[in-house]
């Protein structure tokens, strides 16, 4: 017989590991996605928009914010409240500078 003694850290030959072979076979699990980031990712994405008689891409944050504007310029009070309200969060974070910087008229209109 073998003179290999089994005991406390010593398993049986057969119960211990192969060589070449991994104790870990399915490796270690994913990393779990956060959903934060994929909603920052994909509101990153650029997109195709009709801007007056141009088409241009934009993000789709800025898609999303032209069309709220648009709508609180038009009274939807609903509209007006989600701009103020993330205004104000924005201005007492401090996180950012918001800057209100009117635009140059043109004989087109605006300048954006």
Not at 17 to 37: E, L
Not at 51 to 60: L, N, Q, S
Not at 62 to 82: P, S, V
Request: aromatic share 4%; proline share 4%; hydrophobic share 25%.
């Amino acid at each position: 017989m073998n003179d290999y003694e089994v005991g406390y850290g010593k398993p049986p030959k057969k119960n211990q590991f192969k060589k070449g072979q991994s104790g870990n076979p399915a490796g270690r699990p994913k990393k779990s996605t956060d959903i934060g980031q994929l909603i920052l990712d994909e509101m990153s994405q650029l997109i195709e928009v009709n801007d007056g008689t141009k088409k241009r891409k934009i993000t789709m944050k800025e898609a999303i914010f032209r069309d709220l504007r648009n709508k609180a310029l038009k009274g939807d009070l609903k509209a007006a409240n989600t701009l103020l309200n993330t205004l104000n969060r924005k201005q007492k974070s401090g996180s950012g500078v918001i800057k209100l910087v009117p635009r140059r008229e043109t004989k087109d209109g605006y300048d954006d």
